[in-house]
């Protein structure tokens, strides 16, 4: 398949065609269904648990997949496809979505020409997210129908009956993965790719222009199409009823399914993958089948709320279980009607890598006492202790933003700083930028580049000069872009060269004036070269722990105070050189 990126790929490009088991994970799997389903366009913004979907559908010849600059971009793009006749999907994590409401709002309104699937993945427990949001409701508030596989095998599945559902509705389809199912892997049997004609461009301008008087003979569209498909979601096959010990039933979907059959294989189950629209009648006649009923769901009471409102008597989880990820152990205190007791989890700390370019920059950052507005990425560990030197992140683009209202809050603060990534920041810092500039805002924002989407498994993008297929794209130059944004004071440096960067954080501090510094210097994970670790001279040690402040893996304390230096891990940066007062700790000769 594709060799720009570093990390390992599933398949070998010639295997992903044949007729054949393979053991995919839910991302995989739901990527070779629409593959097979004649899927044509495919767009995204890697962001973990769903990179993997674009990254597996580019491995196709017969996909037009792309990274797109942000999730806004990436859906405009597939919907445009899906109207202009080709079948496309677009997929996001839980927080991208939030970035494309504003399309996807609008698109339940204009529907499709060509079938148009909106994957999204949520992140219960949130192992790689800011919050914990439940996107089901999306499908409520934007009226479009919700589909939840709850394994590899079903997310293959059941996005083939998406495009069927897309097309015969004439609407998108939103798809919900979660973490567990998005990630796991199972022998999925994959069939040959049925392809399907491009459509010719609808000339419709009332179904695709949405003007006022249009949108609204569209809604009322919307309406009687939510209500075709309330007849529908009771005859699917996608909400089946598994019938057997009448003295117990469970009301469920996705993941949360696989937990009930694990815990209670003798309950019957009423599963739906078509979550939304509800099947009224088919949730009324099996709690009328079982004497008891319980509902299994993770997060929001989403599915609880509905079987509520149809005046069913019902067991459901305690509000205990409404945060994090509900795990199969957790089955049978919902059903006893136990509260969930928190043990600590027993995770190792997260923390940057050894040789990572980001920790020189956020030791300059303690040492020079800022304050710092951070950003989605790597560098968000720059929070963790030791370092202890981000102070705010709240999403993409507001390492930028948020400076400039921290430095409108506190106008004689020059020790507040900006810090952003390289592709978040053409994700949408770019824009915040400009507000700076044309506001007449101060400070000093730092991007930090190393020529990479690192924290989602390192893909390509525009700064980067290559696409999702590895080949050579045009390649933006973030400085001259910052410089066309109107910041005059713009400066590219290796924060590898420890002291000038410290002093150059320092100059640009002390000015009255907007500047951007590029903290430039490739992820360890894309320039793997190593230096000989640096020499330790115990005589010279004072025990004052600073090196340790740094917070690398490859320096750990011994029993007696000193330190020690693991050359197994050790890249040699040498950043514990730098901040070693006593000298202890010098450069390898």
């Known amino acids: ?271 739906l993958s078509l979550t939304y629209p509800f099947c009224d009648k088919k949730i009324i006649d099996f709690a009328k089948s079982v004497k008891k009923v319980v509902v299994i769901e993770e997060l929001d009471p989403f599915l609880e709320n509905h079987v509520r409102e149809l005046g069913i008597d019902f067991i459901c989880k305690d509000s205990s279980f409404k945060t994090g990820e509900l795990k199969p152990e957790y089955i049978p205190l919902i059903v006893e009607g136990q509260k969930k007791v928190e043990k600590p989890s027993g995770a190792r700390k997260p923390v940057l890598c050894q040789g990572c370019p980001h920790r020189f920059v956020f030791t300059a950052l303690r040492k020079l006492k800022t304050y710092v507005s951070g950003d989605i990425g790597c560098y968000t560990l720059g929070a963790t202790p030791p370092l202890s030197s981000l102070h705010t992140c709240v999403c993409m683009g507001a390492g930028v933003t948020i400076h400039e209202g921290l430095r409108r809050a506190h106008p004689d603060n020059k020790k507040i700083v900006g810090v952003i990534g390289d592709s978040t920041f053409i994700h949408s810092g770019i824009t915040g930028l400009i507000n700076a500039v044309y506001n007449d805002a101060k400070g000093v924002i730092i991007i930090l580049d190393n020529s990479t989407t690192a924290m989602t498994g390192g893909q390509d993008h525009p700064a980067t000069g290559r696409n999702i297929t590895g080949k050579q794209a045009h390649k933006l130059v973030l400085e001259n872009l910052v410089s066309s944004c109107g910041v005059n004071n713009v400066d590219v440096l290796s924060p590898y060269n420890y002291k000038e960067f410290e002093n150059l954080i320092k100059q640009r501090l002390s000015e009255d004036s907007l500047s951007v510094i590029i903290a430039r210097e490739p992820c360890r994970l894309v320039n793997r070269d190593r230096k000989p670790a640096p020499q330790y001279d115990q005589s010279k040690c004072k025990k004052c722990g600073i090196c340790l402040s740094i917070d690398c893996p490859g320096i750990s304390k011994t029993e007696n105070g000193f330190i020690q230096v693991n050359t197994e891990l050790c890249t040699g940066c040498n950043l514990c050189v730098h901040v070693c007062s006593p000298k202890a700790l010098r450069i390898h000769e």
């Open 1 to 271: 398949m594709q060799k720009n990126n570093f990390y390992s790929k599933i398949n070998d490009k010639s295997s992903l065609k044949e007729v054949s088991t393979l053991f995919l994970s839910g991302d995989e799997a739901l990527g070779r269904g629409a593959y097979e389903s004649g899927l044509r366009v495919a767009c995204a913004y890697p962001g973990t648990p769903s990179t993997e979907i674009v990254q597996h559908l580019s491995g196709y010849d017969e996909i037009d997949a792309q990274w797109s600059v942000n999730e806004k971009v990436a859906f405009e793009v597939a919907l445009g496809a899906a109207v202009g006749g080709a079948r496309s999907l677009y997929a996001c994590k839980h927080v991208g979505l939030n970035v494309a409401m504003d399309p996807l709002m609008t698109s339940a309104y204009t529907g499709i020409n060509a079938g148009f699937i909106i994957v999204v993945c949520d992140d219960p427990g949130l192992h790689s997210s800011q919050n914990e949001q439940d996107t089901r409701w999306v499908s409520i508030y934007a009226k479009l129908p919700l589909i939840e596989p709850s394994s590899p095998s079903e997310a293959y599945e059941c996005v083939k009956e998406a495009f069927l559902i897309s097309e015969k509705f004439d609407t998108p389809v939103i798809i919900r993965l979660t973490t567990r199912v998005a990630h796991s892997k199972e022998n999925v049997n994959c069939g040959i790719r049925t392809e399907i004609p491009v459509k010719n461009l609808p000339l419709d301008i009332s179904k695709y222009v949405m003007v006022p008087g249009n949108a609204y003979k569209r809604h009322i569209q919307v309406e009687k199409r939510i209500e075709d498909l309330s007849k529908y979601s009771e005859k699917t096959i996608l909400n089946t009823v598994e019938k057997l010990d009448s003295g117990l039933g469970f009301i469920t979907s996705g993941v949360s399914y696989l937990y009930v059959k694990e815990n209670y294989p003798d309950a019957s189950v009423l599963k």
